[in-house]
């Protein structure tokens, strides 16, 4: 039984500017390493080893991105089964009931793996050893989700509390968890029961498609219209606009995986796994001091990223902080602070600073 | 009798990097307000009140500089009488000589009064008020400084010492002191007998030269040479670079004010003097939040100076910073770091950097 990999590919990762731009989101960036994170994603899948069979990955992206995808994909030497563009984008249920039809039409019991194109999982092995363990519950009609190995009482990520054993490495979802605060958060972690759910899905088309059916009809329906009416051009399958414009907008998360009855959850995964979802996170990842010559100078700092692609940066007797310059514009923030990227995004849309966006 | 205002425009600011450069100093730039230190030094001068008998200034630049100061003078409606341009620097006794040479040829008794291009002076009547205290003594045949009032432990300026009164506000000099350390800095504050050498200074042209031919005969060899052989084209009048290349290259102050006999103080000073010598001093200038709004947008920061006529900046919970944008250069920093400006700017030249100087 093979696997489809289903790459979600249609973020604005507006909580990485000024890097990340309408132009060229963050998974079309080389935030954590010299590839793209979409590019790292599309190489790990030759990581998997043959004996998971996977296809040609499928590609889902927004309008006017598929440029970018075909670059990247070509730099990690994936050449894409399909890249399907959303016209506008309707979150990632409508993205699950895209790939599990995608997958469907090769065959109903065609399993998919439905994987975000912006994480950063510096384990890759470890990875595909855990997607191995949770096959056989997948194959059983389980909606299997991965469960990371918390390092600490993170509350930026969603928890998944596991239930009993069903397998090896595998067990039952005993509950979802919003992103916790700190006391809750360390309680998880004491618990040894709650795992980082990393919006990584595995599961048979017909599974994803009996619950689309019967917890959230009207995105399945949406989607298969959408679908039906696609029109292929150089640049991939157009979903139909008008078809797809009343699609519901939600969370698989939500719209699926907290309604559904028989869901699983791989854990503990130990692959070194981060959203990249701030810089915060990056400045997590990337430990050590300036290698870049050529942009920084930096004296007496401690425990600060500092980056530029622009400006020439010097730094004198910072602390905790982070830098992040670009041609156009530069942050400068203190460390801990990184959701409130979102609110400058939003600030200089106000503003009308549509050349900073 | 009348006075002959010399203004010493050569420095090259370095430490006001990245603002400051090669192509165009700290004197050239509007660093406090919104002319230049020197369109400003040039304005001050229309207040001085018709009783204190200015003449139109010399000016006393680098080589490649009489564009930037005949631009300055024009924008403060100011008329220099003479720019003198020097082949390459030799400190301020070297200037201090020239300007007696200067005055000396109008008439042996004329007064001069020397100051930086590059200071700023918040209160111009304070300052014209203490001069004008200052004409008995300078008329009297005193080498006169003015002492401006402390008002903090300074450790970045050197300090006069008041000894015996001589003169309404007029003191004679006790002691010129180094830039002293925190501890002595608070023990000269709270004797009340010490004051910021502000580096101007009011002499009669006899008396200095009669000083330079005492204490440093060679600096006024070369001057006198150097202005001999000197060549007038249209940007000013060039020193002869023969001439003036074995001058001694000497502060005024060690040269001749620490050395001469007759020399006083007029202290207090209580108008608003700063030296504009680093981003610590233009930040203490400065209160008060962004309002930039073009260049900069900052959350939850306190006590920060951001400027930026670059690059757009975006801060997020900064505390005591200077961040200053160029548009190829950013220099970030946190307060009462700004002596280390200079390693940034010597860093740079030994990286060959050009560039950015």
């Known amino acids: 039984m093979s696997i489809l990999p289903v790459i979600m590919c249609g973020g604005a990762g507006s909580r990485l500017w000024p890097r990340s731009r309408a132009a060229r989101p963050k998974q079309f960036l080389p935030l954590v390493e010299e590839s793209s994170l979409l590019a790292a994603t599309a190489a790990r899948l030759g990581h998997a080893g043959a004996h998971l069979e996977l296809l040609a990955p499928v590609i889902i992206c927004g309008d006017g991105q598929e440029g ?28 699950a009931a895209i790939a599990a039809l995608e997958a469907s039409a090769l065959a109903p019991d065609t399993l998919v793996l439905l994987m975000p194109a912006d994480h950063h999982i510096a384990g890759p092995d470890a ?28 509350t930026g990520y ?12 595998v067990h039952a979802v005993a509950n979802f968890k919003e992103k916790p605060d700190a006391a809750t958060a360390a ?9 980082w759910n990393a919006g990584i899905f595995l599961f048979r088309a017909d599974t994803m498609i009996a619950a689309f059916e019967a917890h959230a009809p009207a995105i399945l329906a949406a989607c298969r219209a959408a679908v ?23 969370p698989v998360d939500v719209a699926i995986m907290e309604k559904a009855d028989r869901k699983a959850v791989i854990a503990p995964v130990r692959a070194g796994w981060s959203d990249v979802g701030s810089w915060d996170a990056i400045a997590a990842l990337k430990d ?28 004198i ?41």
Chains 1, 2 share one sequence.
């Open 68 to 95: 970018l995808v075909s670059a990247d994909m070509a730099s990690a030497g994936a050449a894409p089964q399909r890249i399907w563009i959303e016209p506008f984008g309707r979150n990632t249920a409508a993205v």
């Open 127 to 154: 990875f595909w050893q855990a997607i191995g363990s949770g096959l056989p519950a997948a194959k059983d009609g389980y909606l299997v989700t991965l469960g990371m190995e918390p390092d600490g009482p993170e």
């Open 158 to 169: 969603g928890y998944v509390q596991r239930g009993a054993e069903i397998g090896p490495g």
């Open 187 to 195: 309680a998880y972690l004491a618990s040894g029961d709650y795992f």
């Open 228 to 250: 039906g009416a696609a029109r292929q051009d150089a640049g991939g399958a157009r979903l139909d606009p008008e078809a797809f414009a009343p699609c519901p907008s939600e």
């Open 288 to 315: 050590g001091g300036v290698t870049d010559e050529d942009h920084v100078l930096a004296l007496d700092c401690s425990n600060c990223l500092i980056e530029s692609d622009g400006p020439f940066i010097a730094a």
């Open 317 to 357: 007797g910072l602390k905790d902080l982070v830098v992040i310059a670009t041609g156009d514009s530069v942050l400068i923030m203190q460390r801990g602070e990184a959701q409130q990227v979102k609110t400058i995004v939003e600030t200089l849309k106000k503003r009308g600073r549509r050349d900073l966006l």
